[in-house]
């Protein structure tokens, strides 16, 4: 039986900017020093803030919970290095939003305390997804929902497929790819955990066919394994979307405004896999990220394993400072990362890569009035009219733009990618559905 599906399916839309993965596709994972300090915003996941528990002064040790999970969609928070609480406060985040976050200034003391040892011959799912919520892990796609909470779907939602999504579709970025060619065994490990947590038979691997060494290791792993199919995808932006993602390897609709669940699907990100296995396997709380620091105004890009809470300005001295030219450091992808103000804030738990661009790199014109090409149309994979969603948002007509869908958007940039004007297409419209949620939240 084959066991690479190259699945012609894709969706309809879509682009494909520039890739610049060569800059790091072929370095290997490192780890950096223990940073001086670690900011630890309370707030990294999708839900509720954490509960600190821990006292300004406090003596901290690595693998320590220091914030408790509060409310059903919440994580706890584990500190990943050694030392002393500096302050509890509000500090500035890659999100582009402060937060309450602890500080602790770090010590040479690399000891760390992990979780009891499971019984992994005869380990439950109930068991797994006890140990995901207890490690605090969130999806580490960029979308950072708590893990144990998509491992206990509601009963009447029929679940019969988990995906891992290997797409890795944002230009630059490749973290996922080094762990699925650095990491595989622990990535199938991994996934067989999901599985089993979700008691599902059948599990995929879906991989944009551009990292064709990733398809040829991971399924020579599974070749005698027929409850796991690696899934040779197109290349194209946004093919990791969980809905194109989806319709790509199983044919299946996700009707706007619902989830991959209502059409029986599970899906995981690759880094959540392996955090999963680390969990599990060894005992490991949710400390540290896996992330790509690239671009063409970075001195040498990297791909490195970071304790969460590393001050960015950290990170890119690490990787020998910014080039003279360097005109901005995003933090994500390109096409949905968000630029940074203060490289003083720290990566968060879902953070996968770190970006300095130069101009040339940068879109460089201004914003000109629409030229009314369609483009935007064209391109957009759930069939939205962008140039109509941001005009709407814009002049605050938000129940037009909810008319219009605006809700099914899921700013992904691929319209503001190819618009030949320039316009912010995919803020204007973000901007629009907060305004929106604000005032349904108002009635
Ligand atoms: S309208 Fe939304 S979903 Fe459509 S291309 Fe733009 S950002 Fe992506
Ligand atoms: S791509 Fe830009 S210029 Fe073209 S129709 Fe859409 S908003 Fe207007």
New binding site residues.
């Given amino acids: 039986m084959p066991k690479i599906f190259n699945n012609l399916l894709s969706f309809k839309g879509g682009v494909h900017p520039k890739e610049y993965k060569y800059l790091t596709s072929s370095l290997p994972f490192e780890k950096i020093p223990t940073p001086s300090k670690i900011i630890l915003p309370l707030s990294q996941n999708i839900g509720a803030p954490s509960t600190p528990i821990v006292n300004k002064k406090d003596e901290v040790f690595a693998g320590q919970l220091i914030a408790t999970q509060n409310g059903p969609i919440s994580a706890p928070i584990y500190s990943p290095v050694s030392g002393n609480v500096l302050s509890i406060g509000i500090e500035d985040t890659v999100s582009s939003f402060t937060k309450e976050s602890i500080t602790i200034k770090s010590n040479e003391n690399l000891e760390m305390e992990l979780f009891p040892k499971l019984d992994l011959n005869n380990i439950s799912d109930k068991e797994i997804c006890k140990r995901v919520q207890m490690a605090g892990i969130v999806g580490l796609g960029g979308a950072a929902f708590p893990t144990y909470f998509k491992l206990t779907p509601p009963k009447d939602k029929i679940i019969d497929y988990v995906i891992l999504n290997g797409c890795e579709c944002e230009p630059y970025l490749t973290r996922d790819y080094r762990l699925m060619i650095e990491r595989p065994k622990d990535l199938i490990a991994g996934l067989k955990l999901i599985m089993k947590a979700l008691n599902l038979e059948k599990g995929a691997i879906g991989i944009e066919d551009n990292k064709q060494d990733a398809i040829d290791v991971l399924q020579n792993l599974v070749k005698d394994d027929n409850s796991i199919k690696i899934f040779s995808l197109k290349t194209k932006y946004p093919q990791g979307a969980e809905k194109m993602l989806i319709k790509a390897i199983l044919n299946r609709e996700v009707p706007p405004g619902k989830l991959p669940f209502d059409v029986g699907v599970a899906i995981q990100n690759i880094g959540t896999a392996i955090a999963i296995y680390e969990a599990v396997y060894l005992g490991m709380p949710l400390i540290s990220a896996s992330l790509t620091v690239s671009g063409l105004g970075i001195k040498t890009p990297k791909n490195l394993i970071v304790p969460i809470g590393t001050p960015l300005i950290d990170i890119l001295e690490y990787c020998g400072g910014i080039m003279e030219d360097a005109k901005r450091v995003v933090v994500g992808g390109p096409m949905m990362g968000i630029t940074q103000h203060n490289l003083n804030a720290p990566i968060m738990k879902a953070t996968s890569g770190i970006l300095v661009l130069t101009e040339k790199e940068i879109n460089q014109f201004d914003e000109t ?9 064209e391109v957009c994979p759930v069939n939205l009219t ?2 109509k969603l ?1 005009r709407f948002s814009q002049l605050g007509r938000i129940s037009e733009a909810e008319e219009n869908g605006i809700f099914n958007c899921m700013e992904c940039g691929t ?1 503001a990618y ?6 912010p ?1 995919v803020q204007w419209i973000a901007f629009g559905k907060k305004k929106l949620s604000l005032a349904k939240k108002a009635v």
């Fill in positions: 009035n629409c030229l009314r090409c369609g483009k935007c149309i962008p140039t941001a319209c190819v618009c030949p004007a320039n316009i297409l």
